[in-house]
């Protein structure tokens, strides 16, 4: 093989090793996240027409950091853009007489690595918050986390509990005007984990599978690199013969 041969090879290999490999635009939700949302364990819930839940039906990116009201909104927007939000739909109900608030929510990424990264970025937020009062416990969810929240002068009261099951983050909160939950956020959010489907972006078609070198690469890589080590050893014997 000639020098210019040799050079060709390795420009070869490294433009392969180099690549990116193409990503695909992220696919819509399937099913849709419209149909994924468990009704209301717990009787007496209808339809909050009212506005204190401030989300309502499909929204993106810029209505759900909205919702979620952050002191640094840019820096809660990049991280939903890097861990690959698609889509979110949410509905609540109100029950009667208790006023109690139930809040349902489900955010498709792109693939189950940045939904589990948004449910850990979101736990140190509200571990955060000062309203904060301790941790709510599940069995048999995971990955997830609860808490319960509690603001004396509004006044005001929550529990929720936030789980990623494949590829969507899915989040069930009761508000409440008195301190009267009594864990009842934890039947419905077993019943929103049983509802939802392993993923709604198949795992082939996540992000973080193209960072797998293909196997088809890894072949032609073997066999540049094979018949490189070849033309080398010949040259060497070819080299040791000739007379000096």
């Known amino acids: 093989m000639t020098r210019a041969g040799r050079v060709l090879v390795v420009v070869c290999v490294l433009a392969m090793v180099a690549a990116p490999v193409a990503s695909a635009a992220s696919p819509s939700p399937s099913p849709s996240l419209d149909t994924l949302i468990a009704p209301p364990v717990a009787t007496g819930y209808a339809d909050?027409?009212?506005t204190a839940i401030p989300i309502?039906?499909?929204?993106d990116l810029q209505e759900y950091v909205g919702f979620l009201s952050p002191a640094?909104?840019?820096?809660?927007?990049?991280?939903?853009?890097r861990d690959g939000f698609v889509s979110g739909f949410a509905r609540s109900w109100i029950q009667q007489p208790s006023n109690h608030i139930l809040l349902e929510l489900v955010v498709a990424f792109a693939g189950g690595e940045g939904a589990r990264r948004w449910l850990t970025e979101s736990a140190a937020a509200d571990r955060a918050n000062p309203h904060y009062v301790?941790?709510?416990?599940m069995n048999g969810i995971d990955p997830y986390y609860g808490w319960h929240l509690a603001d004396a002068i509004g006044p005001d009261y929550a529990d929720v509990i936030s789980f990623v099951k494949g590829n969507d983050?899915?989040?069930?909160?009761?508000?409440?005007?008195v301190d009267d939950l009594a864990g009842s956020v934890?039947?419905?959010t077993r019943r929103q984990y049983e509802a939802a489907p392993p993923y709604t972006i198949p795992?082939?078609?996540?992000p973080e599978r193209d960072r797998t070198?293909?196997?088809g690469q890894y072949a032609v890589l073997l066999v540049l690199l094979t018949g490189s080590i070849v033309v080398v050893a010949a040259l060497v014997v070819r080299r040791a013969r000739r007379p000096s």
């Open 48 to 50: 909050d027409t009212t």
């Open 213 to 215: 070198f293909p196997f």
């Open 186 to 188: 934890s039947g419905q």
């Open 203 to 206: 795992p082939p078609q996540w």
């Open 72 to 81: 640094d909104t840019s820096a809660v927007d990049a991280s939903l853009r």
């Open 56 to 59: 309502h039906g499909a929204f």
């Open 134 to 137: 301790k941790a709510i416990s």
């Open 169 to 177: 983050f899915f989040m069930v909160g009761v508000d409440s005007p």
